[in-house]
């Protein structure tokens, strides 16, 4: 399962413990929901990333099975025939966040083997790396919202 490496911040002003863990929970939960909305598709792409060897780890496929598939389903995108699995996981991705870290449950309608699994649930260096300036930027948009009201008392 995918996890969103922890980002920590110093030093953050008026704002509570309390709710600069719930904005780094808002902040890995909503980079989490981009990376399945927008980068997950890359998964099911032919592009550097999917060829064997590239950094999603995808295993080779007999070139016999390439040139069948292609000629009854007219495509040759990697784990894709009719598209019913990139759907699927894409509609059906769990998202879970902490303070600390994000995670992407995906679910497929059978059971994926290993090999599949893997391809379907690494997240590329590329990939983290834009990852951490979006999850900063989700949590300064908290923070700037939600900082605490300080009052002084009027003494009569």
Do not use: C, W
Not at 2 to 19: C, D, S
């Amino acid at each position: 399962m995918p996890e969103i490496a922890a980002i920590h911040f110093e030093g953050v002003e008026n704002v509570t413990k309390r709710k600069a863990a719930q904005g780094m929970r808002e902040a890995f939960r909503r980079t989490a929901v981009y990376h399945v909305d927008h980068t997950l598709g890359d998964h099911f792409r032919k592009n550097a990333k999917t060829m064997p060897g590239g950094p999603y780890g995808f295993i080779p496929r007999p070139a016999k099975y390439n040139a069948e598939k292609l000629r009854r389903f007219g495509t040759d995108e990697p784990n894709v025939r009719t598209g019913r699995m990139r759907r699927f996981i894409r509609n059906n991705a769990r998202i879970t966040a902490t303070q600390y870290r994000a995670r992407i449950y995906l679910r497929n309608y059978f059971p994926m083997n290993d090999d599949r699994r893997r391809e379907m649930e690494v997240i590329a260096p590329s990939e983290r790396r834009e990852m951490g300036p979006r999850a900063k930027q989700y949590f300064l948009e908290f923070v700037a919202t939600n900082r605490r009201r300080r009052f002084r008392r009027k003494i009569a």
